[in-house]
């Protein structure tokens, strides 16, 4: 009986040093990097070569009173990508079917309208029963309590740390060069720059 106990208590302990406890909210910012999403050229791949710059995940639409912010955000790339900020959009039709294209149709329609050059995933789905886990990760109060809660719209904007966190968020109606969104981007970023004008 007390080999046995000892066993176990040996066992218990190499487990112990093997798997050292893990904070949750680390683990929540390691758990954004892990999920498997696709390119809008059809590459599946993870957020994971983005961190260690602050990202804009934005859910963007192609028929949407919104739309024109996609000049917005091309704009804070072309502005910040040297200085660690990189937009990243996907593309989603769960409201009004206003993104009602493919991803070819999606990725022609933002570069011959809008240039955009930042990183754009292929079309998911943002709410309800067959949402992404990667919206299920940004909007889950378990997962990101501060910042969590469903998308009302086209256009809303997840701000993220260099390390994983989700440090802001913005609804379709803050423009991307509106003032609170430079600041927050400006806070999260190594070094002060100077702002794009609106």
Request: hydrophobic share 35%.
């Amino acid at each position: 009986m007390k080999t046995s106990c000892c066993v176990t208590s040996c066992l218990t302990l190499a487990m112990t040093m093997a798997c050292p406890q893990v904070d949750a909210e680390d683990a929540g910012e390691e758990a954004l990097y892990a999920i498997p999403v696709t390119t809008i050229d059809g590459k599946t791949t993870t957020l994971t070569e983005h961190r260690g710059k602050v990202m804009m995940i934005v859910n963007v639409a192609s028929k949407c009173g919104f739309t024109k912010q996609y000049a917005g955000l091309q704009t804070l790339y072309a502005q910040y990508a040297d200085k660690g900020l990189v937009v990243v959009g996907f593309p989603a039709n769960d409201f009004l079917r206003q993104e009602p294209g493919d991803d070819v149709e999606i990725r022609r329609f933002c570069s011959l309208n809008y240039g955009v050059t930042f990183p754009m995933y292929s079309k998911i789905t943002v709410k309800g029963k067959n949402q992404h886990p990667l919206y299920r990760h940004l909007t889950g109060k378990d997962t990101n309590p501060t910042f969590g809660g469903k998308i009302t719209w086209n256009f809303n904007k997840f701000l993220i740390s260099p390390d994983g966190a989700v440090i802001a968020r913005f609804g379709a109606r803050t423009k991307p060069l509106a003032k609170e969104v430079l600041s927050a981007i400006e806070a999260a970023l190594p070094s002060a720059s100077t702002p794009p004008q609106e």
